[in-house]
């Protein structure tokens, strides 16, 4: 079981429509950050949430942290083909003295002219 | 380019070979770390340097898995005795501290023969 779970796992849209992504966890996160994927690279690092609440704005993608700090949301306003890779979610715990980022597997978002 | 930087980007071998990746992290960070990503997944830990200090290690690091980072600056991660389920992303990631933001390098994919 995925300590952090983001749904959907899949999401297939044309370009111009609105989505959300979610990630949901039962944890509480110090701060919770939000990557793009693409295939055979790296995750790039988009935002940065830390405070219960918050909300976040980059051009059209807007991220979202739980009052509770468990979950957020990642809206994209009419997504474009540019916008297609794989968006993660990656929470900060506490462990063992250091902070753990734990990642979740991933929502792939495909966005067609 | 001052980002993280990863050597070599694709490496394949035989089973029961040794192999060895370079991460370079970014200069001023302290803190580097190594992920394993499989497809469909997202990055899963294996161990954390802060400094030359090798702080953390997962479960999911064998006895076969070593890594180093000698001088507090570039890593290395070294497999040994590779075997097939080996095949997968390695991700090296560094930060310096505060909200936990790890940036990453373009990845090493492993395929193991």
């Known amino acids: 079981t995925q300590l952090l779970e983001q749904s959907p796992q899949f999401l297939s849209i044309q370009e111009g429509e609105n989505l959300t992504v979610y990630c949901n966890s039962s944890s509480v996160f110090s701060s919770l950050q939000w990557y793009r994927q693409e295939p055979g690279e790296g995750p790039v690092l988009l935002v940065t949430v830390v405070t219960g609440g918050e909300v976040k704005k980059l051009k059209r993608l807007t991220f979202q942290f739980g009052d509770a700090r468990k979950d957020s949301s990642l809206h994209i306003t009419a997504a474009q083909p540019g916008d297609t890779g794989l968006y993660l979610c990656a929470g900060t715990l506490r462990s063992g003295g250091y902070n753990k980022l734990i990642f979740g597997a991933g929502t792939r978002l495909a966005v067609h002219p | 380019d001052t980002g993280v930087s990863q050597d070599p980007r694709h490496k394949i071998t035989k089973r029961g070979q040794n192999v060895t990746f370079r991460c370079d992290p970014i200069s001023e960070h302290n803190r580097l770390y190594w992920y394993r990503q499989t497809l469909g997944q997202g990055p899963e830990f294996l161990t954390y340097f802060q400094n030359e200090a090798q702080l953390e290690k997962s479960r999911l690091l064998s006895d076969r898995f070593s890594a180093e980072r000698p001088k507090g600056s570039f890593s290395t991660l070294e497999i040994q005795r590779t075997e097939q389920g080996d095949s997968a992303m390695y991700l090296c990631?560094?930060?310096?501290?505060?909200?936990?933001?790890?940036?990453f390098g373009p990845g090493t994919r492993l395929t193991v023969l």
């Open positions: 990631a560094s930060s310096v501290g505060g909200y936990n933001e790890q940036f």
